[in-house]
């Protein structure tokens, strides 16, 4: 289409003033309307298609019954030829047909139909053919109601099919001429009717579709705005570590894993040294980019599975499971070395002269698992003594020693 893709936010009026005639989407939006609805498409013309084919054929008790004559006739244009074709045709939709090949094989299959029952009428002499052309009509029935063609392959479709029905009702002979005009009025009636409901069909269908996309769309971006909400409500703005609310929520599914699993569970409390005299220094701008760095650097030194978090102004705390003591220690000592390591500049305080942190740890292990606001007041009480024995150092609660019974 020469008109731009619309957005699936629009009114539906909207959406519909800018398709054409034959009620094709924009591309994308046409090629996810197949992704979802092909393959229940090609399934409904397949069990239509069957139906269609049974109904079609027993029509031969007819045949048999007012004109024995043309059975023979009859057995080869509706078994050997319309039968045939219809079921090479349901066989190759099974297969997998693009869309529209598969809508243009249902296509010809309902001209094939109209041909085979044309030619069981040319070859009726009797006076019951005289019938038959207003039987035809069962014809666009199914193409254009049960199959629910295409609205494009419908329209072209029953127009061939009216062509191949008119050529044989008008050769002479055919049927009484003042029945002529009265049968072909009746074929263009059903088609033009037949084909308008199949408009109406296929627009109510796709405008279903778009109701539908759109609001998964929207629920989607619900979901993905309602998760980013999260995410920002369980993160700290500055450091982009878990603040201290996801820290209150992950601390509970920590021990309960650890009294789960029998495996211990270790805490570190982090404090950024003399970080008043570093912002009195320096400026809050500067304080800012220390505590991103030192954020950085802690993040780096842990392991993929080890939880830290930024729980105060210049504090930090990390979760470490599995983690027993000996464990936990070298943590804290791979922590402790590397933000000195960094070399981020202190001259804030006399004889300072990188950023270093202090820290506390306790340990939990099974079967002697504490309650998490005990293993955090350990780790606390432990970094107090960090703190109070020089800095830049870390000391594990005594409850947490490995000696302990």
Not at 9 to 21: K, T
Not at 53 to 66: K, S
Not at 183 to 210: G, Q
Not at 345 to 371: C, D, F, K, N
Request: proline share 5%; glycine share 6%; aromatic share 8%.
């Amino acid at each position: 289409m020469s008109t731009p893709a619309p957005t699936l936010d629009a009114p539906l009026v909207d959406l519909y003033s800018q398709q054409a005639w034959h009620l094709g989407f924009a591309p994308d939006i046409e090629a996810r309307y197949e992704a979802d609805t092909g393959l229940q498409r090609s399934r409904d013309l397949q069990l239509a298609g069957l139906v269609a084919l049974c109904v079609y054929d027993l029509f031969l008790f007819n045949d048999w019954l007012i004109r024995p004559e043309v059975l023979g006739v009859a057995l080869f244009w509706r078994l050997g030829v319309v039968s045939v074709f219809g079921l090479l045709m349901l066989a190759l939709i099974r297969r997998g047909l693009p869309p529209r090949w598969r809508e243009a094989a249902m296509g010809c299959t309902i001209v094939v139909a109209m041909w085979g029952s044309s030619m069981i009428f040319r070859a009726t002499a009797s006076d019951v053919g005289v019938y038959d052309p207003f039987m035809f009509s069962l014809v666009f029935l199914a193409g254009n109601i049960v199959f629910q063609l295409r609205f494009v392959v419908a329209l072209s479709s029953s127009a061939a099919a009216l062509m191949v029905a008119a050529v044989h009702v008008l050769s002479p002979g055919a049927m009484p001429d003042t029945a002529k005009p009265f049968a072909l009025a009746l074929l263009l009636a059903t088609l033009i009717f037949t084909v308008l409901a199949c408009y109406r069909l296929e627009r109510s269908e796709r405008r279903a579709y778009l109701l539908i996309l759109r609001e998964t769309n929207r629920s989607q971006a619900a979901l993905q705005t309602a998760g980013q909400m999260t995410t920002l409500s369980l993160t700290d703005a500055l450091t982009q570590l878990a603040n201290r609310r996801a820290f209150d929520l992950e601390l509970p599914k920590r021990h309960d894993e650890a009294l789960r699993t029998g495996q211990p569970l270790a805490m570190l409390l982090i404090d950024i040294d003399h970080f008043k005299r570093f912002n009195d220094h320096y400026g809050h701008p500067a304080g800012d980019a220390c505590l991103r760095r030192v954020a950085d650097v802690m993040r780096d030194a842990l392991r993929e599975r080890d939880f830290i978090a930024r729980i105060g102004g210049e504090e930090f705390a990390v979760l470490l499971s599995p983690a027993n003591a000996a464990t936990a220690g070298q943590l804290a000592e791979r922590l402790l070395r590397q933000v000195e390591q960094a070399a981020m500049p202190h001259e804030g305080l006399p004889g300072q002269q990188v950023v270093t942190i202090s820290l506390g740890l306790a340990v939990s292990t099974p079967p002697r698992t504490v309650e998490p606001a005990s293993l955090m007041a350990a780790a606390d009480a432990a970094l107090y003594d960090a703190k109070r024995h020089g800095r830049n150092r870390w000391v594990m609660a005594p409850s947490a020693s490995p000696d302990v019974d």
